[in-house]
């Protein structure tokens, strides 16, 4: 069978839309808006059968209803406890579920934090994570709906994935939460070198114009202040420092 490739769509100011296809049939996570990824499946050629959903930020669904109205049979799927404010779905799952698309199997993992209903999906067998807005390049998503703790917990269920495990966070942050935390890592944490040199890397590629996803589950391990936080507490405090660094 042919490999699953992955695809970023840019839009808006820093979104990432990520385009799923084999052997001419596609899903779509987190579509903000509909034309650019309409642009972008029909210029492959891709049927869209599937979009999915993390969470109900309008800069996340936002494009559904237009992808609906041009591939009407496309199943719509999305945190059942979301129903509300994700209306267009037509499958509800929840953390521990199992689906298959393109031919391989999805598991849905809960990871509340950013909103209360927040899931990511991940692919083991072709090792993709597609995890919204809760695990960034170098960081995490604001608490807009849950606590420091929730968070905590969601981080480490994914830093528990393999290693290699590529990680693709819906938006372009990379630069600015590696500057923060190279500014804020204590100089004797085994991390700041690496912190560093991830940010140097990211700094020439952003120079370039390309983008910094994916990262993986490694390196996020390594280099990623909140998912290295030991407890609550003290991802609670990163949190509120990087909500008011103005670097």
Known sequence: MQQLSVELVPLL???????????????????????????????????????????????????????????????????????????????????????ELLGETVQVIDVPGHTRAHIAYYLPVSGHLFCGDTL????????????AAQMRASLQRLAELPAATQVWCAHEYTEANLRWAAATVDPEDGAAGPIRERLAAVIS?????????????????????????????????LRRSKDQWQG
């Not at 209803?65 to 509300?84: I, Q």
């Not at 960081?139 to 606590?147: M, T, Y």
């Not at 590629?205 to 003290?234: C, D, H, W, Y």
């Open 205 to 237: 590629k952003r120079a370039r114009g390309a983008a910094t996803i994916p990262s993986t589950v490694g390196m996020e391990r390594a280099t990623n202040l909140f998912v290295r936080a030991t407890s609550s507490e003290q991802l609670a405090v």
């Open 13 to 99: 100011r820093d979104n990432y839309v990520f385009v799923l296809h084999r052997q001419g049939l596609a899903a779509v996570v987190d579509p903000a808006l509909a034309e650019p990824v309409i642009a972008a499946l029909e210029r492959q050629g891709l049927e869209l059968v599937a979009i999915l959903h993390t969470h109900h930020h309008s800069d996340h669904i936002g494009g559904t209803p237009g992808l609906l109205a041009r591939w009407p049979g496309a199943a719509v799927l999305a945190s059942r406890e979301d129903r509300a404010r994700i209306p267009l779905q037509t499958r509800g799952v929840a953390g521990g579920d199992r689906f």
């Open 136 to 147: 960034f390049a170098g960081g995490c998503g604001r608490l807009f709906e849950g606590s």
